[in-house]
């Protein structure tokens, strides 16, 4: 969470950027898809940026960092990873992560390097010829999260 009174400013060059009350960068997302006009919450907390045609260009649930909210999908490929402290919003060591080839595993990273240590929990939903692949990472509206099978 935020400090309060922090702010969110829409840049061109850096996507959106947060920062403390007191001026301290928080934390900015550079992956925009276009130039933003506006942005709004929606009625499931995901915060989506729009450029002049109304196309989203960058949302909440697409980019998660730190936090996962009710009704929000983590597919494959994406992180999610825990923040250094409480006040430091930097990527810290751990991660939870739907692996490309089906299994949800959380493993820690060393840092600086950013390369991840053994596993020290997986769901085992990896594709074989016995069972299909976890797809994605669900945590539905009641609060449940579930691994999503690929059953194509």
């Not at 061109?12 to 009350?21: A, F, H, N, R």
């Not at 991840?116 to 994605?136: I, K, L, M």
Request: net charge negative; glycine share 10%.
């Amino acid at each position: 969470m935020a400090p309060k009174g922090s702010t969110v400013q829409f840049t061109t060059g850096q996507g959106l950027k947060l920062t403390s009350p007191d001026g301290q960068f928080l934390w900015i997302s550079t992956n925009l898809s276009g130039t933003v006009l506006y942005g709004s919450l929606n009625d499931f907390d995901n915060f989506v940026c729009k450029d002049r045609r109304l196309n989203s260009v960058w949302d909440t649930f697409e980019d998660p960092t730190d936090t996962i909210l009710l009704s929000q999908i983590l597919g494959r490929g994406g992180v999610l990873s825990f923040r250094k402290s409480e006040i430091d919003f930097a990527r810290g060591k751990f991660q939870l992560v739907p692996q490309d080839y089906g299994n949800l595993v959380m493993h820690s990273i060393d840092l600086p390097s950013r390369y991840p240590n053994e596993n020290y929990f997986e769901t085992d939903t990896v594709e074989s010829e016995t069972s299909s692949p976890g797809v994605e990472l669900v945590f539905n509206k009641s609060g449940e999260l579930h691994v999503l099978r690929d059953n194509g």
